[in-house]
């Protein structure tokens, strides 16, 4: 019967594997990782890495729901919270910016690998994630316009587009633990955005 200690250990070595996957998957790319790439890099049988996943599949699933059932809860918590539009948005692309610097290999993986995981119906959920990221912005903008926070000629779904396309690429060049830190980018993203770059 197994212990609680045995049962530590294996869900920390199950983390282990998912963490040395993430970094083939985002480096790589989903299809040019073996399983045998994963045991190697973690020193171990191919045979071994069966007795925590069933399929490289499995891992990414893991990765990827695990990390956006993260980053939405937050966004869920900046909609529901009591913060004004303005402070929400603010919150929002700060939130974005965070999971880009702790989840690199995962944003990563996401943005290279959703359309081919995509065409697979286990990963059918990766479709309603992106529909709900663009819930999400578009209610926070609407609602800056409506509160007079944003301009009332604000093209919503343009303005979302921009976000999307500019936060979120951010992970091909921002590297943690380099001289610009998470906070750092995320604050003159929102100077550039809410207030622009000319002067006066």
Do not use: C
Not at 60 to 79: K, N, P
Not at 94 to 102: H, M, N, P, W, Y
Not at 138 to 157: F, K, Q
Not at 172 to 180: D, I, Q, S
């Amino acid at each position: 019967m197994a212990t609680r200690e045995d049962e530590a250990g294996a869900g920390n070595r199950r983390a282990e594997l998912l963490r040395i996957a993430a970094g083939l998957f985002a480096e790589k790319g989903f299809k040019n990782t073996t399983v045998r790439d994963i045991a190697d890099a973690s020193g171990i049988q191919s045979g071994s890495l069966y007795h925590h996943f069933d399929s490289k599949e499995s891992m990414v699933d893991e990765i990827l729901s695990t990390f956006q059932e993260e980053l939405f809860g937050s966004y869920d918590a900046i909609l529901t919270s009591t913060d004004d539009p303005r402070t929400k948005l603010e919150r929002a692309v700060q939130v974005s910016f965070e999971a880009i610097d702790r989840h690199r290999h995962e944003v990563a993986i996401f943005q290279n690998e959703a359309d081919y995981l995509g065409g697979f119906e286990r990963f059918a959920y990766l479709a309603e994630r992106n529909a709900q990221s663009r819930l999400v912005w578009i209610t926070l903008l609407d609602d800056g316009v409506r509160s007079g926070a944003l301009r009332p000629d604000l093209d919503i779904e343009l303005t979302y587009r921009f976000i999307r396309d500019t936060v979120w690429v951010a992970v091909k060049w921002y590297r943690p633990g380099g001289t610009l830190t998470h906070a750092h980018v995320a604050d003159q993203y929102l100077h550039i955005l809410l207030d622009g770059i000319s002067h006066g």
